[in-house]
C-alpha cells in the first residue's frame, strides 16, 4: 500500500519563528488532507490540497503530485500553533485516507 | 452548521465486554470512516462506508471488529469481546465528496 512520510517528526521552535513541514507519498493520489491535532485531540481541517497552492492567513500549503509531496508553511507562530500535524492522502482508485505519522510542534513563548 | 458527533465522549469497560461506539455524521454527507488512534500513534483507517455501495471493510483488525451504517447516516461500531490492546481513540469521519471532517473522537479504555 501507499506509504506516507511526515519530516521532521518533532519541531522546537520559539514564538514568532517560520517552520515547513514536510509530506512525501510513495504513489499517485486524488486526495491530500492536512489536519491539526489540538492538544484535546481534535483533529481540525488546515487544507484539502490533492495539487497547487492554498493560503489561510499565517497558513500555507503546497502539494506537487507528480514528485508526490506536499509542504506546509507556518510563519510567525504562536503557541497555539502547537500539537500534532498529520498529513493524509488518498490513493488512486482508493477510497480510504491513509495518515503519516504526524510532525509535533512545539512553539514556546 | 453541526459537525459530526460521536458517543459516548469516553467509554471504561470490562476486558470481555461487548461495546457499540456511534457516530452521527454531517448532514448530507454521503461517506463515513472510522479510524482508530493509539497513544502517541498515527491514525489507522478501520472501515469506509460510501452511500449505498459495500463498506471497504479492509482496515478492521479482526472478526471482533464489525460496523453498520443505517439509512445512509448514523454509524455504529461494535467490538465483541473487548481486549485490552483495543484501548484507543476512535475516530468517525464524513466527507461530502473527498474532504474528510472528523469527530471528537470516543475515548475507549478496557481495563
Known amino acids: 500500500g501507499i506509504q506516507v512520510e511526515q519530516s521532521p517528526p518533532d519541531l522546537i521552535l520559539q514564538e514568532g519563528a517560520n517552520s515547513t513541514l514536510r509530506c512525501n507519498f510513495s504513489?499517485?493520489?486524488?486526495?491530500l488532507q492536512w489536519f491539526h491535532q489540538n492538544p484535546w485531540g481534535q483533529l481540525i481541517n488546515l487544507f484539502y490540497?490533492?495539487?497547487g497552492t492554498k493560503q489561510n492567513g499565517r497558513l500555507s500549503a503546497t502539494t506537487v503530485a507528480t514528485e508526490r509531496y506536499s509542504l506546509l508553511y507556518i510563519s510567525s507562530s504562536q503557541t497555539t500553533d502547537s500539537g500534532v500535524y498529520f498529513c493524509a492522502v488518498g490513493p488512486a482508485g482508493a477510497q480510504k485516507l491513509v495518515f503519516g505519522q504526524g510532525t509535533r510542534l512545539t512553539i514556546n513563548p | 452548521g453541526a459537525g459530526v458527533s460521536q458517543s459516548p465522549s469516553n467509554k471504561v469497560t470490562e476486558k470481555g465486554k461487548d461495546v457499540e461506539l456511534r457516530c452521527d455524521p454531517i448532514s448530507g454527507h454521503t461517506a463515513l470512516y472510522w479510524y482508530r488512534q493509539s497513544l502517541g500513534q498515527g491514525l489507522e483507517f478501520l472501515i469506509y462506508f460510501q452511500g449505498n455501495s459495500a463498506p471497504d471493510k479492509s482496515g478492521l483488525p479482526s472478526d471482533r471488529f464489525s460496523a453498520e451504517r443505517t439509512g445512509g447516516s448514523v454509524s455504529t461500531l461494535t467490538i465483541q469481546r473487548t481486549q485490552q490492546e483495543d484501548s484507543a481513540v476512535y475516530l468517525c469521519a464524513s466527507s461530502p465528496n473527498a474532504e474528510a471532517f472528523f469527530g471528537q473522537g470516543t475515548r475507549l479504555t478496557v481495563v
Open positions: 504513489d499517485s493520489v486524488n486526495n
Open positions: 490540497i490533492p495539487s
